[in-house]
């Protein structure tokens, strides 16, 4: 496989020109950009830049430092998610990334047991996950070569979520098109617009024939949640489905994607992983740190406010950058190395303070039982030398392919 050093010889890059590319910027090694802002502009003012996302007549930044992105996340009472509801939430609909308060926490308590994984599929979850990842490799195994981005890192959480609905497993192409096209709305608003209006049509016939007759199901456990009596409506649900949707095809995605990409880039590592399973959760995390799947986090102002002696005016933008942040000299020694012994892994990936994802064991589980089977159905697993594999990504961050050669075991 080879190495794309594009980014690295792109002399004149800098941050306006990376933000104006879009959330899937192709440029492989954006973190000496991060370094600099870190360095002599951690609180950047990225006001009228192409790609900044500030609301008419206030201002935008973009943070990068680890101390400065938790101290922004952990005070929801200064800076608010509700910009999110008036961003993404205009494909995913109403969703707890865009409340604040009372509302986030009431909504937070309805759908936390939804994706615990015993109230998922009880006690055989596991086994429904490690199905999923060896039906995936099934597809593919056979041919000895395969982009295990697209064939499997992508396919597999989608596969998961489709299985855990109790929909059939010919939707899976379609929601996995679906998927793609609610990432981008940003760029292609048309698109991501028909594609949430696809899933609102598709999921709430579902839901509505669950709320009827309930099972133990992902989506019965939603529709039967209350607090004081108070259920979510049947849009919310959809919403919060949706929000899966897209996690599934970012976050899941890219966390497998990232995990494989530094065990084949690393053929010492990809041995001590083969040889010691119990080394999986620390190449996950390490995986989340070293390039977190979501990128960027926004938060809003509700006051005039400093982040480190920076004047930040009532009803300004913050993009938390997390990547950035992951990477921070002050927080990690020697942060741009792949690491999985590093001691000091207290990363962001997954946010911070009470946002803190709801989903992230699901996500854990289905990567650990995704590399494992990887590993155990794919032997002599190497780069492949005749195709190029890079690293890409602004918002989100993630391998553009993986093409590798193998010997089915």
């Known amino acids: ?11 004149d890059l800098d941050i306006i020109k990376l933000m ?46 680890y101390d400065d992105v938790k101290y922004v996340l952990r005070n929801d009472k200064i800076f608010s998610n509700e910009i999110n ?54 597809a593919f195994i056979a041919s000895g070569v395969a982009d295990l981005h697209q064939d499997f890192c992508f396919k597999f959480p989608l596969a998961v979520f489709v299985s855990l609905l109790g929909l059939p497993s010919d939707d899976l192409d379609q929601v996995h098109r679906w998927g ?48 004081n009596g108070e259920k979510m409506s049947d849009y919310e649900v959809v919403s919060f489905l949706r929000l899966l949707v897209l996690a599934g095809a970012e976050t899941t995605n890219h966390l497998l994607g990232t995990a494989c990409y530094a065990l084949l880039h690393d053929a010492d590592l990809m041995q001590r992983v083969r040889d010691d399973r119990s080394l999986v959760s620390a190449l996950f995390h390490e995986a989340m740190r070293w390039e977190a799947p979501i990128g960027t986090i926004m938060r809003n102002a509700l006051e005039d406010t400093e982040i480190s002696g920076v004047a930040v005016p ?65 032997q002599d697993l190497k780069p492949d030398p005749d195709r190029v594999s890079r690293m890409i990504g602004f918002s989100f961050r993630g391998p553009e392919s993986i093409p590798v050669t193998f010997k089915p075991a």
Not at 23 to 29: F, I, Q, R, S, T
Not at 353 to 374: D, F, P, T, W
Request: hydrophobic content about 40%; overall charge negative.
């Open 314 to 378: 009532k009803g300004s933008t913050i993009l938390c950058h997390i990547g950035a942040a992951n990477r921070d000299e002050r927080q990690f020694k020697n942060p741009d190395a792949f690491d999985i012994d590093r001691q000091d892994n207290e990363h962001i990936g997954f946010g911070y303070g009470r946002h803190y994802c709801a989903g992230s064991h699901l996500a854990k589980l289905e990567a650990e039982v995704a590399i494992n089977a990887i590993l155990d159905r794919l």
């Open 1 to 11: 496989m080879a190495m794309d050093t594009t980014a690295e010889i792109e002399t």
């Open 85 to 138: 509801q008036r961003t993404i939430g205009v494909v995913m609909g109403p969703t707890v990334i865009g409340m604040d308060g009372s509302e986030h926490l009431k909504h937070r308590t309805l759908i936390t047991p939804s994706v615990t994984p015993r109230a998922l599929k009880g006690d055989n979850f596991e086994a429904v996950v490690e199905k999923k990842a060896h039906d995936t490799i099934d």
């Open 20 to 65: 104006s590319m879009g959330p899937m910027a192709p440029v492989a090694n954006p973190h000496p950009i991060y370094a600099a802002l870190r360095d002599e502009h951690p609180v950047f003012n990225t006001t009228n830049f192409a790609g900044a996302m500030e609301e008419s007549g206030h201002q935008s930044f973009i943070i990068t430092r």
């Open 180 to 227: 793609i096209d609610l990432t981008l709305i940003a760029s292609d608003p048309e698109k991501g617009l028909a594609a949430s209006e696809h899933l609102l049509n598709f999921l709430t016939p579902i839901v509505q024939k669950k709320r009827e007759n309930p099972g133990s199901d992902m989506i019965s456990v939603l529709v039967t949640a209350q607090i």
